[in-house]
């Protein structure tokens, strides 16, 4: 199975602040990648797709880069309604496989 | 607008099993794939499989064979997660998700809480 490593674990943000997620495959997953964020009680939902394509109705804060094994989420301006918890996803292979999630506060 | 719901909270006992629904609207269901994910509280979120809705196909994460059968009922639009032999280990809340291109779970259900507890 390809493992998803994300970093960092926990993450505490100012507003306006530029916050940056990492996210390591452990093998070349061809850009086969997403990102979502999961509020308290929540479903996931899809910010991010196709590593850097962005979901329709998802504020232009939100940008996705990267390549190969290596990939990162990033949000230019930290604002409060971003809380959460963010989740990369390789969808390259079976079986799908998530990342163990990166909690983001507002400091 | 794409909608999927799923059906509510079950409590089963040890060894039961339990089916799970999640009905959709708003899109034309044989088209796409429907992913089902597990989560334990707190955890990470772990992929189950997926079916696709014009003709029943499927993919199983390994872990899950033996555990989860997916089907789909085309006629009303829904799809459905069997899990049998249940153990403390399945309790956990499960989502579906319609699936397009494996990376691209694009709308989820409001999420199932399963508890298994005598």
């Known amino acids: 199975d390809i493992q998803m490593t994300q970093s960092p674990a926990s993450l505490s943000a100012s507003l306006g602040e530029t916050v940056t997620i990492q996210c390591r495959a452990s093998?070349?997953?061809?850009?086969?990648l997403a990102w979502y964020q999961q509020k308290p009680g929540k479903s996931p939902q899809l910010l991010i797709y196709?590593?850097?394509s962005l979901q329709d109705g998802v504020p232009s804060r939100f940008s996705g880069s990267g390549s190969g094994t290596q990939y990162s989420l990033k949000i230019s301006s930290m604002q409060t309604e971003d809380e959460g918890v963010y989740f990369c996803?390789?969808?390259?292979?079976?079986?799908?496989?998530f990342g163990s999630g990166t909690k983001l506060e507002i400091k | 607008e794409v909608q999927l719901q799923q059906s509510g909270a079950e409590l089963v006992k040890p060894g039961a099993s339990v089916k799970l629904s999640c009905k959709t609207s708003?899109?034309?269901?044989?088209?796409?794939?429907m992913s089902w994910l597990k989560q334990m509280p707190g955890q990470n979120i772990e992929w189950i499989g997926n079916?696709?809705?014009?003709?029943?196909?499927?993919g199983y994460n390994q872990k899950f064979k033996g555990k989860a059968t997916l089907t789909v009922d085309k006629s009303s639009s829904t799809a459905y997660m069997d899990l049998s032999s249940l153990t403390s280990e399945d309790s956990a809340v499960y989502f579906c998700?319609?699936?397009?291109?494996?990376?691209?779970?694009?709308?989820w259900g409001q999420g199932a809480s399963v508890t298994v507890s005598s």
């Open positions: 998700a319609r699936d397009y291109g494996g990376y691209v779970m694009d709308a």
């Open positions: 708003g899109y034309t269901f044989s088209n796409y794939y």
């Open positions: 079916i696709y809705g014009g003709n029943g196909g499927t």
């Open positions: 093998e070349d997953i061809y850009s086969g």
């Open positions: 196709g590593a850097s």
């Open positions: 996803q390789q969808g390259l292979k079976y079986p799908f496989t």
